[in-house]
């Protein structure tokens, strides 16, 4: 038994940890091996293999599923699409994965193996994210969550699934003793945690975020989405005016801040409501807001966050507002620190 023990051991601290960020607009991997944190645009194009040869795809981002169906991916497949004024494939919608789309479990699972990278007959152990449900959306989280548990089981990992606002927490407030509030402002949900000493008092997320705010500003202008992400992605700024001669950019900027302003006041608005009406917890100390997420990258959207704040009375004292380090990665960092902490205590 002596000894079976200390193989056990010695497997743990050997142990490869994993935080896996599993995003509706971008898939990202943490490992406790590498400083590397890899990071893949969750789209994809179906390629017709009648019409291409593998010469034609030396330089792009592809996989190939088990029917022999061949997809571009990541930012390759996002390139192509705005070339040729199409919408992209999206694998997961809304924080989940998408109903309409027949290869969408298919093309995670290539994207998820390529980002965990070779773990054959290594011990692994990965924490990877999930949303909270939604409180303006009636689709469960279930589904979503077993999906990509199965994922990582056909990899031979070990697997556990933590809210994504939480995760946030855990990479953002070890000087508060993981009190705090975090904010994923993501593509397909904004998830919100408000935790006590690492306990979630709150956790909940909407169905508005930043793929809310391109669909209503693509309607609203009569284009397609897939354009109006990229004009945001290389042009939006929320804090001074921006230089663009083209009318067209310029619409689709004013529409995006105001976008950008119901996005904030509404999840400001709910956190009250949500806290106010579920919280079983009394926050007897400031405790500091961390904003993270890509619809949190342009330029400004921290200070836009706060003005819109100081407008509402909320029902704890806050300390400070502040960005998370790197918004893309905060919850992927966050989950594996809590991947490597679990170990520890098993060990």
């Excluded at 990541?74 to 040729?84: E, P």
């Amino acid at each position: 038994m002596g000894e079976e023990t200390t193989v056990e051991e010695k497997k743990k601290d050997n142990a490869i940890c994993v935080g896996l960020d599993c995003g509706t607009m971008h898939l990202c991997a943490a490992r406790s091996d590498t400083n590397e944190i890899k990071i893949i645009r969750n789209v994809f194009l179906p390629v017709d293999k009648e019409s291409v040869s593998m010469n034609d795809l030396t330089k792009i981002n592809y996989v190939e599923n088990e029917d022999g169906n061949l997809f571009i991916i990541g930012n390759d497949a996002f390139i192509f699409c705005n070339m040729l004024g199409k919408e992209v494939s999206r694998p997961m919608e809304k924080g989940l994965i998408s109903p309409k789309e027949v290869n969408a479990i298919d093309i995670l699972a290539l994207m998820v193996k390529s980002l965990i990278g070779d773990v054959k007959g290594k011990e692994v152990y990965c924490s990877y994210s999930i949303p909270a449900e939604a409180i303006d959306e009636s689709r469960s989280v279930t589904y979503h969550e077993k999906v990509f548990a199965r994922i990582l089981n056909s990899l031979g990992v070990n697997y556990t699934s933590v809210n994504e606002a939480m995760a946030i927490i855990y990479s953002e407030c070890a000087k508060e003793s993981f009190s705090g509030i975090g904010i994923s402002f993501g593509a397909g949900m904004a998830n919100v945690c408000v935790s006590y000493k690492g306990i979630e008092a709150v956790k909940f997320s909407t169905a508005r975020s930043g793929d809310w705010i391109d669909k209503n500003t693509a309607e609203n202008l009569n284009m397609v989405q897939n354009r109006v992400t990229s004009i945001k992605e290389k042009k939006m700024k929320l804090s001074g005016k921006v230089e663009v001669k083209d009318k067209d950019t310029k619409r689709v900027l004013e529409a995006l801040f105001y976008y950008h302003e119901e996005l904030i006041a509404y999840t400001v608005k709910r956190i009250i409501k949500e806290f106010t009406e579920k919280s079983r917890i009394e926050i007897e100390e400031p405790i500091p807001i961390i904003i993270s997420g890509g619809t949190s990258l342009p330029e400004g959207f921290d200070q836009l966050f706060k003005d819109i704040l100081a407008k509402h009375e909320l029902p704890f004292e806050v300390s400070e507002i502040r960005r998370a380090k790197n918004p893309l990665t905060a919850v992927a960092e966050g989950l594996l620190i809590k991947t490597m902490s679990d170990v520890r205590k098993t060990n």
